[in-house]
């Protein structure tokens, strides 16, 4: 994991690097403003630790036990359990984020279910135009068909008659 330097630093001027942190998180204007900050600060092993630190927490909110996590995320226990005690002690940061991603995850999967209704029902409508339209095509070549031979059927009495 990741150290503190052990130089020192005034904590009031480190209160003042977090708060700079913290707002410049806030300030950010977009998902891919934040990806770039966080990719620029962070390591790419730091982010995906934190990334799996953010879903071992949703997945214990979840109710997921610990051979679940571990095997679903490749984590040890001590690192499950940690994040435990944070959900045990506090964790209001983690509970407010697994909310506000399962509002966005619910939006989404009914977007999906709206998108899927609507795709079944423009297909149904148009296998049903082409079935209705078929049906029509079908009684339409019938009844011409019909008439066709209603027609050779009269001229060839007519010629019939004729040579009679």
Known sequence: MTKLSRKYIDPEDMGLYV???????????SKGDIKLLVKDLFTHTEYKM????????????????????????????VTISRISNVLAEKGN???IAHQKLNQIEEKYQKRQ?????NLENAFRKKTQRKTLGGALLKLGA???DKKISEVIKSRSAKKRLELD
């Open 19 to 29: 708060n700079n942190f913290w707002s410049a998180l806030t300030l950010m204007s």
């Open 50 to 77: 934190l990334s799996k630190r953010l879903e071992i927490g949703r997945l214990l909110l979840q109710g997921q036990d610990y051979q679940t996590i571990e095997k679903r995320l490749r984590v040890t226990p």
């Open 93 to 95: 940061g983690l509970r």
């Open 113 to 117: 279910r709206e998108r899927t209704k």
């Open 142 to 144: 019938q009844a011409l």
